[in-house]
């Protein structure tokens, strides 16, 4: 079985340049979630999604980053403009349903110069 | 609002010694808790999960605990090796909101 697929794996981008992320979660899978995790810390969640639906994105910066996740499956995550600040590795992971174990994916470290 | 501290931040042992890290939970109302191991520019890898009508989970060398109502939770690691060299995290899967909430790892060397 396949796990969660990420991509890009390295991104380095100018600041003020947008950037989308990629996840491709373990298949039937209905929870998703993008975590931020700063050099030396703990994950933090940015949103979650259950099937197609955002039902936690208290922790997402909506005014520069959106995600998507359409017909449930696949999500992408954006940041538009990217800042300096904003150079981190971004997780995705996957859940079978709420309340069951997190799967995560390689991560993609993204780097803003 | 909960908040998962781990002790300590970074320990380094010979190989062979046998070693528990802790991690401490503020808030008992949660799904589960789940112990990760993420090597250096790698994503984070489940190693156990422990749901919370249980006390412990098993699996080769490692072993982990959950006392939900003092919000604890220790992993212990058998007869160490250099290959067990990483960070481990731990999480909690809170109720409600059911949020994955986790800890700031604790950085493990075990030096050969």
């Known amino acids: 079985e396949a796990g969660v697929v990420q991509s890009p794996r390295y991104k380095i981008i100018e600041k003020k340049q947008p950037v989308a992320f990629w996840c491709n979660p373990i298949s039937g899978h209905n929870t998703l979630y993008w975590y931020l995790q700063n050099l030396g810390q703990g994950p933090e969640l940015l949103i979650r999604?259950?099937?197609?639906?955002?039902?936690?994105d208290s922790q997402l910066p909506k005014d520069r980053f959106s995600a998507e996740r359409l017909k449930g499956v696949d999500s992408t995550l954006k940041i538009q403009p990217a800042e300096l600040g904003d150079s981190a590795v971004y997780l995705c992971?996957?859940?079978?349903?709420?309340?069951?174990?997190?799967?995560f994916g390689q991560g993609t470290r993204l780097t803003v110069v | 609002k909960q908040e998962v501290t781990q002790i300590p931040a970074a320990l380094s042992v010979p190989e062979g010694e046998n070693l528990v890290l802790n991690c401490s939970f503020t808030d008992s109302a949660i799904y589960n808790l789940q112990w990760f191991r993420q090597d250096p520019g790698k994503g984070l890898t489940s190693l156990l999960l422990i749901q919370s009508s249980q006390r412990e989970q098993t699996s080769g060398r490692l072993n982990a605990s959950l006392d939900k109502s003092s919000g604890r939770s220790t992993l212990y690691i058998a007869a160490s090796q250099p290959g067990d060299s990483a960070t481990y995290l731990c999480?909690?899967?809170?109720?409600?909101?059911?949020?994955?909430?986790f800890g700031q790892g604790t950085r493990l060397t075990i030096n050969p």
């Open positions: 999480a909690v899967l809170t109720e409600g909101a059911q949020k994955l909430v």
């Open positions: 999604y259950e099937n197609e639906e955002a039902v936690d």
């Open positions: 992971a996957s859940s079978p349903r709420s309340g069951q174990g997190a799967f």
